[in-house]
C-alpha cells in the first residue's frame, strides 16, 4: 500500500526542517576551538526532536508540543523499534531549552556537543531507514 501524497509531503517537511538543525549541528561542530557547543547541542537535539515527529506524522500519531524526548518516543508506535536509552533522552532533551539561554547554570563544552551530534546521528540514522523514501530531503547525506 502507498503511502498518500499529503501524508508524504507533511513528513517531507518535518524531514526537511530536522535537516537544517542537523546540517547546522554537523557544520557548527566542524569549527575547532571556535566550535559553539551549545548551538551544536541544540540543534542536534532539535534535529532528533524532529525526525521522531515525522515518524509519528507518518503512524498518524498525534503529539503534544513538547521538546521532551521522552515523551515524544513514548508515543511511537512498537513496531518501529526504535527505543533509544533513557538517559539519553533526557540529557538530549535537556539541550532544547538549556542551551538557549544566558541565565541557565549549566555550560556546554566539546564533549556535550561531540555526544549530541553522535547521539542525533545515531538516531537520524535509524528514523530515515523507517521512512518512505519519497519522504527523505534530497541530497547526499
Request: charged residues 25%; hydrophobic residues 40%.
Amino acid at each position: 500500500m502507498s503511502t498518500p501524497p499529503d501524508l508524504i509531503a507533511s513528513v517531507s517537511g518535518w524531514v526537511a526542517k530536522a535537516e537544517e538543525d542537523y546540517d547546522v549541528a554537523s557544520n557548527e561542530a566542524k569549527r575547532g576551538a571556535e566550535t559553539p557547543c551549545g548551538t551544536v547541542c541544540f540543534h542536534a537535539q532539535q534535529a532528533v526532536e524532529k525526525y521522531l515527529k515525522a515518524l509519528l506524522v507518518l503512524r498518524s500519531v498525534e503529539f503534544p508540543k513538547s521538546h521532551d524526548l521522552s515523551v515524544i518516543c513514548d508515543l511511537l508506535p512498537a513496531d518501529l523499534g526504535i527505543r533509544p536509552e533513557r538517559a539519553d533522552l533526557s540529557r538530549a532533551s535537556r539541550f532544547a531549552v538549556e542551551t538557549r539561554y544566558p541565565d541557565q547554570p549549566e555550560s556546554y563544552g566539546m564533549a556535550d556537543a561531540t555526544w549530541a551530534l553522535s547521539f542525533a546521528e545515531r538516531l537520524r540514522a535509524e528514523v530515515r531507514a523507517k521512512l518512505p523514501p519519497e519522504s527523505l530531503a534530497p541530497g547526499p547525506r
